[in-house]
């Protein structure tokens, strides 16, 4: 693998889009060979599953957490397959929103055991990681009420949307990307998504522009 890959992780309503929009702005700036994507939905059959995950099913059906993991991981395997190693091999920077973090974050709070994703992650990523993860990090209850207020919630609705099942959920999200980045200390840069976004994007780039410049890729 000759590219540098990075990916972009945290809980809803982090601000990771408007980081990523402007990650990948100063790059290309910088006029590196830059691809960027994300997971689920990198690839064409990828929307299809995007969609089968997160949209509601007019049934009322709902995935159990098995078929779930398999479905992400069948987004991840051909992502990984059409897009992100061929680039790679082509010595480009990788950018994804979202990756395998996330899985052990949102699977593991869903209840699916570290050891199922053990397996399936050894068969899907074959020793594959990014180089660098950042991880804007927020407290969930900031986070949905940010999600609230960009689909033009208030007041009380906004309190109400979220449930209190919905918030411990996500908590559980929150303290295992944590834990993740405590294990891996030296490739998951944790950040605060509290801050400004000028002042969360001047963080994130004092942790990608150290890497661009060792990889031989021109940076000031
Ligand atoms: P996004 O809109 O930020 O891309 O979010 C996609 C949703 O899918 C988000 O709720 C996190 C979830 N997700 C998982 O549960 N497992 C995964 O492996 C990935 C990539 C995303």
Known sequence: MAGVFITIEGVEGSGKSTQLARLSARIQRLGLPL?????PGGTALGKEL???LLEPHPSGEVWCPDAELLLFYADRAQHLHAVVRPALDEGKLVLLDRFEDSTRAYQGAS???????????DLVLR??????TL??????????????????????????RFDQAALEFHRRVRARFLALAQAEPNRIAVVSARE????VEAALWSRVSPLLRSAGLGVD
């Open 35 to 39: 691809v960027v994507s994300k997971e």
């Open 50 to 52: 995007r969609r089968l």
């Open 111 to 121: 209840g699916v055991p570290d050891g199922a994703m053990d397996r399936i992650g």
């Open 127 to 132: 020793r594959l990681k990014p180089h660098l």
């Open 135 to 160: 991880l804007l990090d927020l407290d969930p209850e900031e986070g949905m009420a940010r999600v609230a207020a960009r689909n033009g919630a208030h007041g009380a609705f906004a309190e109400t």
């Open 196 to 199: 400004s976004p000028d002042q």
